[in-house]
């Protein structure tokens, strides 16, 4: 059994690699960009490094501290009475800690091309509203903590073992779907941290409240209708 302390030192390492691999690779889209405008991987490559890097991370880490990774996963667990308020609150610590400890270290990184996309902060597209950012935000978080509770809690699930694979691979369609309109966080810590790096605070507020209402309902929703009572 893992005391409290080890949980948060994966948990803050976990959110660590998402954050530097996932802001990481648009900072390379964008530095193979501006040689030459044909080149670079796009969407697809920035949605599948945040991919890959979270279903990595929960494989790795899952069996020590459940591999959340994500405040808006660990209030899931808080309002289906999972987590107490004290750990929630300390794995959003550690989640944000370690958010921003990547988004510092890939600014300290001699890369010239972090400044101009902010380090990597989500923000919203031109003509997207606030609400409309919430929402969209909201729904893939949704299916994200749906998909964290069906395969890695859920000890019937066909894929209890590689839950990191199925919640992978959400991560990735989450961004496919958002990242044009809302960068796709889908996790508060991953906004976080860039913008406390790069001190871009617009329509922070999107990425907080969206991905926290989203797991709230996740959570409740498979929880209260799935999961089996004892």
Known sequence: ??????????????TFALVFFGVGSIIADQFLHSGNPQSGFGLLGVALAQGLAMGIMVISLGHISGGHFNPAIT???????????FDTLAYWIAQVGGAIAAAYLLRRLPFDAWSSVQLGTPDLASGISRTTGMILEAVITFFLVFVFFATAVDVRGALNKIAG???GLTVTVGVLLGGPFTGGAMNPARAFGPAVAANHWTNHGVYWIGPLAGGVAAGWLYDTLFLPKT
Not at 1 to 14: D, H, S
């Open 75 to 85: 209030i899931g667990f808080w309002v289906t009475r999972k987590f107490s308020t």
């Open 165 to 167: 694979f199925a919640v």
């Open 1 to 14: 059994m893992y005391n409290r302390p080890q949980k948060l030192v994966a948990e803050c390492t976990g």
